[in-house]
């Protein structure tokens, strides 16, 4: 009886939120390879030619001549690496863009490098995959649909192990083989539960790990059940209730009294007014590289160098040249006005639990397991469209065959 009652959860989870599994799937198999298919698409950008007897810029003198060229630019970051045919990154605010917009540079000339060709292409594949692709105002609809497909997607695979749990029992091995001799509704059956047994690990994986990006309880209960204190994200400024604005506006006279007294007090400390120039910035920075590559002790495949807003104190995050997988960053922050080591945390030496949290993106794509966790990923993920096909077709087929039965007893 139970058997019924979970076939038949089967079947209609199948038809209901099968299509959007299919889409999920399949998409996520088209990203699979994004980062791998961008660099071999766009290697005029990715690299340079090196030039003979002529060393890189510094970092200061690479971000005077971009500012030079682009002066109305409000420049985030900068990515750089030791390989002398890699290009530099400098992320520069864009509006409608969350985390700016990346331009590459030749860290030799600060030649401004192609656009990306296919960015566009694989940024809408990631909509399609998050949230269906639907517009701003109705994107939560998206996501939320993706988010219980995802929770369907499990409900399936704990139901497709009960419904043939009788042929995985007495035949455990047997039950990863179909046979190509069996036709119609036997070889569609078998296939589907056959295949499906391999790609059980894959599903569960995406399924567990993709619902960290759908709802909040979830995510802050993984961290919970890992024992990691969750990062917080930078909140945005709170909008001033009307009796803070009077406030505020009672205190503009003060502060423009106050403000040529405050200006001499920041410089008796050592720190600059507000009016700092972008070439006093790039000193900083310069300073702060050469602390880093002092500090850091390693040769490293990449690393980026997020500007503070205000502060003496700045973050690196980098990349060993032989990395666990491209999350595996490292994080290292100097003080360039004391000149000291404040922090230098390594993945590496993180506990499994905080290292599987930072790894959460990986999981999802395989590539925490490597090149063959990528490629299994890749080709579960592909392999959804065969369950939604499969799916459809046994369900079809029964139910044709259910239809002569019913008018048999009506008769």
Known sequence: MHKTIWFKI?????????????????????????????????????????????????????????QASNPKAKINSISFSLDKESSTVINVASEGARRGLNIYINPYTAEVLPDLVGKDFFGFILRLHRWLAFPQEIREVGKQTVAISTVALIVLI???IIVYWGRIKHAFFKSFTFKFKHKGRAFLSTMHSAIGMWVIPFYLLAALTGLYWSYGWYNNMLYSIAGVEKPQRQQAPQPQTQKESKSEEQKVEGQKERKTEGQRAERAQGQRPQGETSSSKFVDIQKAVEMFNIFVQRDYSSVT?????????????YLDTDPAHYRARNTLEVDINSWQL???????????????????LPLHTGEYFGLIGQIGMFIASALMALFTITGFMLYINRHKKKKPKIQQQRA
């Open 10 to 66: 089967h079947w209609i989870l199948g038809i209901t939120a099968g299509i959007i599994l299919l889409i999920v799937g399949v998409t996520g198999a088209i990203l699979s390879f994004e980062k791998e298919i961008m660099k071999a698409i766009n290697s005029d950008s990715y690299y340079v030619k090196v030039i003979e007897g002529q060393d890189k810029l510094t970092t200061k003198e690479l971000l005077e001549k971009f």
């Open 158 to 160: 704990i139901s497709g």
């Open 305 to 317: 160098l997020r500007f503070p807003q205000k502060g003496t104190i700045y973050s690196f995050s």
């Open 342 to 360: 404040l922090k230098h945390e390594r993945y590496n030496d993180l506990p499994l639990n905080e290292r599987l949290m930072k790894s959460i």
